[in-house]
Structures are given as C-alpha cells and as structure tokens.
C-alpha cells in the first residue's frame, strides 16, 4: 500500500518507519525534520531501534506518488488546515485514517471526505521528538481503529491487519466513537497535569494531591461524557487512566512536550472541547475549564511554574 504520514512528528514518524518495512510510505513535515531524514535517514531509538530510509517532503505538491492511504497524525489545532492541504490530492479512492488526540478533528475531516473513506484510531504508544531526524520510542502500548460508517468496516480491518504485521499491536473497535471519548478523558485527567507540573506521568500517582486530582478530573470528564450519552461509568474510566499513569510512567505526554518547546498544546481540543460539551449539558465543568485557563496562562508566558 502507498501511504503518507501527513504531519510526521513522534508518533506519525514512529509508525511510519514501521510501516515503511512493508509499505512504500512517504512524510510530511516541517524543515528540519525533513532536512534530516533526506541527509541521514530517519532514526528511531528506545523500545524499537531502527533506521530507514524514505522519502520526506514539506508538501503534499512534493509527494514522490499517489497515496492509497494518508494518516493524519498533526495537532488537533492543525486539522482544519491540513484538511484545507490534503484537498489538493484527495480522489474518492484514497484511506484517511486519523490518529489524533482530542475531540473534533473527525468533524474536521468530514468537511471535505466522506464518512466511508475515514478511518479513526487511537494509540497508547509513547514517543519523543528528540532532534530533527531522531524519534525516541518511549513505550509500547495498544492501537485500536474503527470504522466511522458500517460500510468500512471491512477496510478498517484490512488496515488492523497491516498494522499488526509491522508489530504495531492493532485491534478493531466496536465503538470507535465512545473510544475516542474514553481515550480523551484520560488525556483529560493525565496530559494537563503533566505539563503543569512538569513531570512525568508517573508522577500523578506517586502525590497523594496529585493522584487525587487526577480522580476529580476524571470524575468531571466521566460525568461530561455520559451526559452525551457515551455509555461509561467513573469506576471504568479511572482503572483506565492509573493504569495508562501505570504503563507509561517514565514517559512525558505530548502536551507537556509542547510546552517545552514552547509550542501550542492540545489543551482546547481535550479539556476545551469536554468543557464546550459540559456547558451544552449543563454540567460542572469548573476543573477542566481551570485547567485549560493554567495552560493557556503558561503558554503565553504569563506563568512560569506552580
């Protein structure tokens, strides 16, 4: 299959390099990283050691073939915009598979594919922006992808296939929506908090008052979700999010990440987009609502540290 990773940072770079062991894929992203990859080759470290060569460009104009499949792995922020890029190449035969965190990137996406043609996933794996060209593979975890229409369902499937065969541990969702929903109030209750205190995700449940505010958050994104009809319960979701703290305690979450390099975060389309949701339902959403005002705070520089 032909594929594109369309926005390759840590993780579009990361399951790229995997793919490209059985795959013709090509990246986009920004200069540097590009730069790197067409001098040295793309170099992935850590819990998967690997170095391949392939082709990155800057733009989809520059794409050496057609892709039969684009993931979209950019910023939720960015989506609109890629979407707005990608229209230059899409045909009513290509794959968009979108490997996103946050909410309201699939809405995004529908504004110019058509449902049958999307695919949505989530992942747990971890990984690190190290240099241009040097991708850290931080920890292994799950892959799930499901359909957004019963009618690629079959296509879903074709592509849990090809991801397991490139040891990228993929399962297919029964409910790919309540997936995303479940994947965001654990972003919710982790991501936020990581990049405030400057730690990694281990360390929420080493501080007993941190550690509890990781279960009144979930409790407020639980309680929002649920109002929209997303079949979860608290109990769930909270075994949820300490056993992802759990399995990806060394690691630092991509939101903390860019605040470091002082980038934009994510923070609207997770704690913003449950808060717009809550205040639809007439929810409490006073913990998310503060936490997106801490970090919208940090990144304009007006907050230094807690």
Request: aromatic fraction near 6%; charge should be neutral.
């Amino acid at each position: 299959m032909n594929i594109v990773v369309f926005g390759a940072g840590a993780i579009g770079s990361l399951f790229g390099a995997l793919l490209s062991q059985r795959h013709k894929v090509a990246l986009t992203g920004r200069k540097p990283h590009v730069m790197a990859i067409q001098q040295h080759g793309l170099c992935i470290q850590g819990k998967t050691r690997m170095t391949v060569t392939l082709p990155a460009v800057e733009s989809v104009d520059q794409l050496p073939f057609e892709p039969d499949l684009i993931m979209l792995t950019v910023k939720a922020y960015d989506t609109q915009t890629a979407m707005e890029d990608l229209q230059k190449i899409l045909t009513e035969q290509m794959i968009v598979l979108s490997l996103q965190n946050g909410l309201g990137n699939l809405e995004h996406i529908e504004t110019v594919v058509k449902k049958p043609q999307i695919i949505a996933g989530i992942t747990t794996h971890g990984a690190v922006f190290n240099q241009p060209g040097v991708i850290t593979h931080t920890g292994k975890g799950k892959t799930i992808l499901g359909p957004l229409s019963h009618k690629s369902r079959e296509l879903a499937n074709v592509l849990v296939s090809m991801f397991n065969e490139v040891a990228i541990g993929t399962s297919l969702s029964s409910d790919i929506q309540k997936d995303l929903w479940m994947k965001s109030i654990i972003n919710s209750s982790i991501n936020s908090l990581t990049a405030i205190f400057r730690r990694p995700n281990g360390y929420l449940l080493k501080n007993p008052l941190l550690t509890r505010f990781v279960e009144k958050i979930c409790a407020e994104s639980t309680a929002i979700a649920q109002a929209c009809g997303i079949e979860v319960t608290y109990q769930q979701m909270i075994a949820a999010t300490k056993e992802v703290i759990t399995q990806t305690s060394d690691n630092y979450s991509s939101m903390y990440q860019s605040l470091q390099r002082g980038q934009p975060t994510e923070i609207d389309s997770i704690n913003g987009y449950l808060v717009d949701y809550g205040q639809q339902q007439a929810c409490e959403t006073v913990l998310n609502a503060t936490i997106v005002q801490l970090l919208h705070e940090f990144t304009r520089g007006k907050i230094d540290s807690l």
